[in-house]
């Protein structure tokens, strides 16, 4: 029988997370004042954020310990499997290898919960009541509630109203763990009441939410904000994906000629790839490509440049690809990938041409996920069949040249909770946008 899973035990759990910023050969640009607009330190953060998750933001350490508190909980699902698709490759008549880690193997159901359940132990640590923050598609604020309930936090959610409204299930979910979850734009802020009184049809966006949940976090004592992505920390934590992605890869006896992922603010592929780029600085051949939709297409149509992290302009101004902080995206399906920045880090190394872009439509996106749930059996969220989309691309570019290379992908969660998304695209009503927001 040919191998399908490739399965570590627990003690193969990363006791530490690689930290990309010890190893990069170029300086990263410092976050602004948003007001200011001068260079801030680590106590600028400090009314939102634990001192132990500055620091990491901060850190140029390579290796920083994971704390036992996070690895016991991790161990509820990590380490996660990396399958071969022997179907998919069949089905596609390449001669590629195709490989994918597979997050949605979480409670939450996606990778999301590895940096959720370490940032609500460092909160805990410094002693927070109560957990303010933004979700799109769900996925975030599914593994923020699971770990503010393990932490005995209060979790305040703000969930971007076009999948408050396509995923009523993943609200449930944040409330079977504890959570509040209310749609953004909101009445309960004042930021939020801004936006509904410009627009009140007004389908909300990553942007607004995260102001949102940021003004409730700076008006009250108690409450601290956490993020889902973009900042370092967070792509720290996701960094237990790639580095138990290496000890299965070299299980297999294979290594990735290119690594793909998606990429919202860019942390599932950090997580995955990072400690693959640690091999690529040092001499080894191994390509990165960022799959993300051509209606927020970030990195491939976006700018590098200094911009806001939300809509409001409250947070710190962040060297980034960015689309304009009052962009909002289409109504895609993929909520979670409606984003209008990247995680600085990411953006850096697209610019250094160290990663790659590639943008899709929905349609194909789909395409791909169907084809994928009848071979491998898994039905992908709409983020993660970015991936998909892409990886396919690549099997059947290398069934052109006839190249047999390895294709390594992450399927950063599962669509259970999508399935109204699928419905739309089995009945031939998904629409394709481009950037500028028309249907081609
Ligand atoms: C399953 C899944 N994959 C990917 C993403 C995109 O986020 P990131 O680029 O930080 O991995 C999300 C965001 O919600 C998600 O839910």
């Known amino acids: 029988m040919k191998p399908t899973k490739i399965q570590l035990s627990e003690k193969d759990i990363p006791t530490s997370w690689y930290n990309i910023m010890a190893d990069i050969d170029f300086p990263m640009e410092p976050p602004l004042h948003p007001e200011t607009k001068e260079p801030i330190g680590p106590e600028a953060l400090e009314p939102i954020f634990p001192m132990a998750l500055i620091g990491q933001e901060v850190s140029q350490e390579r290796w920083i310990e994971i704390p036992e508190e996070v690895r016991d909980i991790y161990a509820l699902y990590r380490p996660s499997p990396l399958f071969r698709a022997h179907r998919l490759e069949a089905a596609l008549g390449t001669p590629a290898k195709i490989y994918y880690k597979y997050e949605g193997v979480s409670p939450a159901g996606s990778h999301k919960p590895n940096t959720a359940i370490a940032q609500a132990y460092y909160n805990k640590e410094a002693g927070v009541k109560r957990i303010a923050t933004e979700t799109g598609a769900g996925q975030w604020g599914s593994a923020i509630s699971l770990a503010c309930n393990y932490f005995d936090i209060e979790c305040m959610v703000y969930m971007v109203k076009v999948s408050y409204e396509q995923k009523p299930y993943r609200r449930s979910l944040m409330e079977i763990w504890g959570a509040n979850v209310i749609p953004s734009p909101s009445d309960q802020t004042e930021f939020g009441r801004k936006i509904l009184a410009q627009d009140p049809e007004s389908l909300g966006s990553l942007g607004i939410a995260i102001s949102e949940a940021m003004g409730d976090a700076a008006s009250r004592e108690d409450t601290n904000y956490a993020l889902g992505s973009v900042l370092n920390h967070v792509m720290l934590h996701q960094t237990v994906i790639g580095l138990e992605t290496k000890k299965q890869m070299e299980i297999a006896g294979d290594y990735p000629d290119v690594i793909i992922g998606c990429c919202g603010g860019g942390s599932n592929l950090a997580g995955l790839s990072f400690p693959f780029l640690a091999d690529k600085f040092a001499g080894k051949d191994v390509r990165v490509v960022a799959a993300e939709p051509k209606a927020c297409p970030t990195l491939t149509e976006g700018k590098c440049e200094y911009d806001f992290g939300d809509t409001a302009g409250m947070t710190p101004l962040l060297k980034m690809y960015t689309l304009g902080h009052e962009f909002v995206p289409a109504g895609i399906h993929a909520g979670g990938l409606r984003y209008h920045g990247d995680s600085p880090i990411i953006s850096a190394l697209y610019e250094h041409d160290l990663i790659e872009a590639v943008a899709v439509h929905q349609n194909p996106v789909f395409e791909s996920a169907v084809q994928f749930a009848r071979t491998e059996g898994i039905v992908p969220a709409p983020e993660s069949a970015h991936a998909v989309r892409v990886a396919i691309d690549e099997a059947l570019e290398a069934k052109k040249t006839g190249e ?36 081609s």
């Open 404 to 439: 047999p290379k390895t294709i390594l992908f992450g399927l950063s969660g599962h669509g259970h909770f999508d399935l109204a998304s699928y419905d739309a695209y089995l009945a031939g009503k998904l629409i394709d946008y481009d950037y500028a927001s028309e249907e």
